[in-house]
């Protein structure tokens, strides 16, 4: 969730509330709220002069969630540091306002379902054997739903794993939990024998696009050009389609140079479905899997233009021109049409 980060809005434990403590109630426009923080601290026995740190958990609830007995009256009780930036949230239709905002709010996990996404009764069905568990999964890593009163003993002694212990784990870790799980007979029927095939197999083609390291709880806008379209390339494979032109864009980005052969065998597969891919790309290896390189030069940007090789890559890799000279600052479309 996009709310506000508290170590953001006290940034240093050392400091007391009469120091400070509290960032945003230190600027001059401000400076009201820190007078009523003085105040209704001195009233409630809060202690003004420790270091934020080394104040009690109670201590610290009252200033952040305001007096037990708030009732609505801002000149009566304190009000707290949440209620205070929801009455700024409330004008954020102010241009000041939305800056001062930005400087405290960052990505927390939300406090309802501690960042699962899902409802404690959703993650309450397990899944697997304790070892096929065991096996993916280190000690104290099982995730502990909220709204549940178990120790981290009773936790951990649970046969299987939730939804959300899986969407934390590697997908290469994902595909190994899947692959060893073994589901009693009476429960597999034709439905749930296609469910398991269709999980199986995509796990697979995310791993031989070499994302096996990626979890599934990963935040799209966090993922690289290439990996979004290594990802999409999954999807396509899954859905088995035929008679589409793909265009992607340099999709080897921020891939080892090892796994690249994953992604070349991946294209295939979709050329030889009955597909046309075209690929911008500049890695030798990719370039030269293609059935047809069309080679523009003879420089970058507005010194090229011009087409410098059309044909197929055996033709350059016959004539041995395919070097890193030939190959410097050119840009390639490598068109593998089926």
Not at 93 to 107: E, Q, T
Not at 209 to 237: C, P
Request: net charge neutral.
């Amino acid at each position: 969730m996009i709310g506000v980060d508290l170590g953001l809005v006290i940034p240093d434990a050392r400091k007391t509330l009469r120091e400070g403590a509290i960032k945003p109630m230190q600027t001059p426009a401000w400076k009201e709220c820190q007078d009523d923080l003085m105040r209704y601290a001195g009233k409630a026995a809060i202690r003004r002069d420790t270091p934020w740190g080394e104040l009690t958990d109670a201590e610290r609830d009252w200033v952040i969630n305001g007096s037990p007995d708030w009732n609505g009256k801002w000149q009566s009780h304190w009000y707290g540091v949440k209620r205070f930036f929801k009455y700024l949230e409330s004008k954020a239709y102010k241009m000041h306002i939305r800056v001062l905002l930005s400087k405290y709010r960052s990505y927390t996990p939300c406090e309802t379902c501690g960042g699962a996404r899902l409802k404690t009764e959703s993650l309450l069905w397990r899944l697997g054997s304790k070892e096929n568990a065991d096996s993916v999964l280190a000690a104290d890593q099982r995730f502990m739903p909220r709204g549940v009163h178990w120790s981290r003993e009773q936790l951990e002694a649970l046969s299987s794993l939730t939804v959300h212990d899986l969407m934390l784990m590697p997908i290469e870790r994902i595909r190994r939990f899947f692959d060893e799980i073994a589901l009693p007979s009476a429960l597999l029927d034709d439905a749930l024998k296609l469910l398991l095939a269709e999980v199986r197999t995509r796990l697979k083609y995310l791993c031989d696009f070499g994302l096996g390291y990626l979890t599934l709880d990963r935040q799209s806008r966090t993922l690289s050009g290439g990996e979004v379209q290594r990802i999409n390339l999954t999807t396509v494979l899954g859905t088995s389609l035929t008679k589409t032109l793909f265009v992607l864009d340099e999709p080897s980005i921020g891939l080892h140079p090892r796994d690249l052969n994953r992604i070349v065998e991946a294209m295939h597969r979709l050329r030889d479905a009955g597909n046309t891919l075209m690929v911008v790309e500049h890695d030798p290896s990719v370039m030269l899997a293609a059935d047809r390189l069309i080679d523009m030069g003879p420089g970058p940007g507005e010194r090229g233009g011009s087409i410098i090789f059309d044909g197929v890559p055996e033709t350059i890799r016959s004539s041995g021109t395919l070097t890193s000279e030939y190959l410097g600052g050119w840009r390639h479309v490598a068109d593998a049409a089926h």
